[in-house]
């Protein structure tokens, strides 16, 4: 109770900025930090126009304008992933309702969705018996995307694996980082409708909260050093690199064990894909701007990591996990069906849509062509990137087929959310909180 109490007056000082001064015990020295060149200041870009944006991130579909709901994949799979947003919402019965367009949707407006569509499709009908139970049976809405257009940019994550000892050594010597606990959350929220989803990461330090420690800090200047923070060590700084972008990964230890981690908690910095960077210091060509040719050029120029990953200041903290990947709904995830989504615009667990385009990939990893992509997901995780209507992560899975498939899709296309009908003509009723 004390610390909660803390915490809050911490930031009540910050917004205020009344913070008074707080006297620490002296730390030892941190030796200097190693030379690192400075980065190029960014870009300026034109503004792009204003879109305007309606209330809602999702808007009804007329039926005339449904698409079709083909689906790619087997049923096994989309079963499994319904089966654990299900368990998610048995623990959320409390949380409020979300927004669809002009309607209020609750939890158990999704969860009477999600049963519908696993009978429907669980059922064996002819294709066009079942094409048209679901547009009889459900209410179906589209992002808006990022343009207002309905424009969604879909890409792929996938879940590392790497190799690592629970001790420091000579060949593993790169550390996995449980959350410190001097790293504090504030939401903004609390102080006025105005910071409404805003939310601050950092730390305090002589009686003002700052931010936390960058990934530069942390990994070329030893900010944690010393602090008994370590899950595992391992041996590849650049694999590690790309565990934090995927947000969670198996290590596999000297003894054969497997350490499952995921996602704990983050710095709080910003998101800054290395990309733009590498190709603004011409060490790529906008033909070698994909992933498979970046790691390359990482793995070749070990002497540049220092400056080219502490770009992205954003820096990933762990846990140990029982199976996993684990999402945000605390619950593993499934290949091919569980998308990451901005969890301030759609609701996590919810039964979705998408069309796109994926990749045929050779054995090598090239893309050989591009073929249609249509299936039912489940948005199940969230992403430090992918913010926004406009965006949609992929799970791909585990192992290097799913690395390559991943690193290759990179595609727009649309995103739908459905919902159970209710007696009404409509999910929820309409204009009730309005």
């Given at each position: 109770?004390?610390?909660?109490?803390?915490?809050?007056?911490?930031?009540?000082?910050?917004?205020?900025?009344?913070?008074?001064?707080?006297?620490?015990?002296?730390?030892?020295?941190?030796?200097?930090?190693?030379?690192?060149?400075?980065?190029?200041?960014?870009?300026?870009?034109?503004?792009?126009?204003?879109?305007?944006?309606?209330?809602?991130?999702?808007?009804?579909?007329?039926?005339?304008?449904?698409?079709?709901?083909?689906?790619?994949?087997?049923?096994?799979s989309l079963e499994a992933a319904v089966e654990k947003s299900l368990q998610y919402y048995?623990?959320?019965?409390?949380?409020?309702?979300?927004?669809?367009?002009?309607?209020?949707?609750?939890?158990?407006?999704?969860?009477?969705?999600?049963?519908?569509?696993?009978?429907?499709?669980?059922?064996?009908?002819?294709?066009?018996?079942?094409?048209?139970?679901?547009?009889?049976?459900?209410?179906?809405?589209?992002?808006?995307?990022?343009?207002?257009?309905?424009?969604?940019?879909?890409?792929?994550?996938?879940?590392?694996?790497?190799?690592?000892?629970?001790?420091k050594t000579e060949q593993f010597r790169y550390p996995v980082y449980k959350t410190p606990?001097?790293?504090?959350?504030?939401?903004?929220?609390?102080?006025?409708?105005?910071?409404?989803?805003?939310?601050?990461?950092?730390?305090?330090?002589?009686?003002?909260?700052?931010?936390?420690?960058?990934?530069?800090?942390?990994?070329?200047?030893?900010?944690?050093?010393?602090?008994?923070?370590?899950?595992?060590?391992?041996?590849?700084?650049?694999?590690?690199?790309?565990?934090?972008?995927?947000?969670?990964?198996?290590?596999?230890?000297?003894?054969?064990?497997?350490?499952?981690?995921?996602?704990?908690?983050?710095?709080?910095?910003?998101?800054?894909?290395?990309?733009?960077?590498?190709?603004?210091?011409?060490?790529?060509?906008?033909?070698?701007?994909?992933?498979?040719?970046?790691?390359?050029?990482?793995?070749?120029?070990?002497?540049?990591?220092?400056?080219?990953?502490?770009?992205?200041?954003?820096?990933?903290?762990?846990?140990?996990?029982?199976?996993?990947?684990?999402?945000?709904?605390?619950?593993?995830?499934?290949?091919?069906?569980?998308?990451?989504?901005?969890?301030?615009?759609?609701?996590?667990?919810?039964?979705?849509?998408?069309?796109?385009?994926?990749?045929?990939?050779?054995r090598e990893g090239n893309v050989e062509s591009w073929i249609p992509c249509s299936r039912?997901?489940?948005?199940?995780?969230?992403?430090?990137?992918?913010?926004?209507?406009?965006?949609?992560?992929?799970?791909?899975?585990?192992?290097?087929?799913?690395?390559?498939?991943?690193?290759?899709?990179?595609?727009?296309?649309?995103?739908?959310?459905?919902?159970?009908?209710?007696?009404?003509?409509?999910?929820?009723?309409?204009?009730?909180?309005?």
């Amino acid at each position: 109770m004390f610390k909660k109490f803390v915490l809050g007056m911490v930031a009540l000082c910050f917004l205020a900025g009344c913070a008074a001064p707080v006297r620490r015990p002296a730390t030892r020295p941190t030796p200097p930090p190693p030379v690192v060149k400075p980065f190029p200041p960014p870009a300026k870009r034109a503004p792009s126009p204003a879109v305007p944006q309606p209330d809602s991130p999702l808007i009804r579909v007329s039926d005339d304008r449904l698409p079709p709901f083909a689906d790619d994949m087997d049923l096994e799979s989309l079963e499994a992933a319904v089966e654990k947003s299900l368990q998610y919402y048995k623990r959320a019965a409390g949380k409020g309702p979300v927004r669809m367009d002009d309607a209020w949707v609750s939890v158990n407006d999704l969860q009477d969705s999600l049963i519908a569509l696993r009978e429907i499709l669980r059922s064996g009908e002819p294709e066009e018996v079942r094409q048209a139970r679901i547009r009889e049976t459900f209410d179906v809405y589209q992002s808006i995307g990022s343009d207002g257009k309905n424009t969604v940019l879909f890409t792929g994550y996938f879940e590392s694996r790497l190799k690592g000892s629970l001790q420091k050594t000579e060949q593993f010597r790169y550390p996995v980082y449980k959350t410190p606990d001097d790293a504090i959350t504030v939401n903004l929220g609390k102080f006025g409708d105005r910071y409404k989803n805003e939310q601050l990461i950092g730390r305090v330090k002589n009686g003002e909260l700052v931010p936390y420690f960058s990934r530069g800090e942390i990994e070329n200047q030893g900010s944690l050093d010393g602090r008994d923070l370590e899950l595992a060590w391992v041996d590849d700084r650049v694999d590690l690199f790309f565990m934090h972008t995927q947000g969670s990964g198996k290590i596999e230890l000297t003894d054969g064990r497997l350490l499952q981690v995921g996602y704990a908690f983050r710095n709080g910095r910003p998101f800054q894909s290395i990309s733009p960077y590498l190709l603004k210091m011409g060490k790529i060509t906008p033909q070698e701007n994909s992933y498979r040719e970046i790691k390359k050029y990482l793995k070749e120029h070990p002497d540049e990591l220092p400056e080219i990953l502490g770009y992205n200041e954003n820096f990933i903290f762990f846990r140990v996990v029982g199976e996993g990947p684990v999402g945000a709904i605390e619950e593993v995830l499934t290949p091919g069906r569980s998308i990451a989504t901005d969890p301030a615009l759609f609701p996590k667990g919810a039964p979705a849509f998408i069309r796109t385009r994926k990749p045929v990939l050779d054995r090598e990893g090239n893309v050989e062509s591009w073929i249609p992509c249509s299936r039912f997901v489940v948005s199940q995780d969230v992403g430090g990137a992918i913010k926004g209507a406009g965006r949609v992560d992929l799970f791909c899975g585990s192992g290097s087929e799913a690395e390559m498939l991943a690193g290759s899709l990179k595609e727009k296309g649309e995103l739908y959310f459905l919902v159970k009908k209710r007696g009404n003509g409509g999910s929820d009723q309409r204009n009730a909180r309005k």
